[in-house]
């Protein structure tokens, strides 16, 4: 963020902008489950009525079967939505049908998997916090029970930008 002339230096004036990561490190996979888990390591803390610009990169593997459902965990009162890049439900190969939406925040995304090959899927958006911060934490699941791991691979990232505060 540029200084001006008269602007007071604050830690958080500094840090406003500034992004945050929370990367995975390992790779963490989910079998014979559709219920929705939090993620061990996708998550960063909100401030309360404060505005962020977020960007989710993921690399998932899985079988075509079972498929990823994701979305996020947030404090009450999130506003806001996000903009999802994938493989389509409905994808069988890379070169498939690919899925462009827009959702909520806490609203979960079915995206398609394809056995032996790795995914991507990017999701970003405005959130807007009220009253209250907390985190913001990734959440997923197969989307349909299948006894072969879905898994987010280890480099997949979670970025959020504080551009209000």
Known sequence: MPLRAGDRFTAHGFNLGQPQYAWKT?????TSSDVDQLDDELFLPLEPFSVYLVTTCLSVSGPTAAKLRFGYAVPAGVQGRRTNFGPAHTA????DRFRV???AWPTAVSYGTVTGTPVSIIE??????EGTGGLLQAQW???FVDATAVTIEARSFLMTRQVIG
């Open 124 to 129: 970003e958006g405005v959130l807007f916090t």
């Open 26 to 30: 390992v790779a963490e996979s989910v």
């Open 101 to 103: 939406s827009m959702h």
């Open 141 to 143: 699941a197969q989307n």
């Open 92 to 95: 069988t190969t890379t070169t």
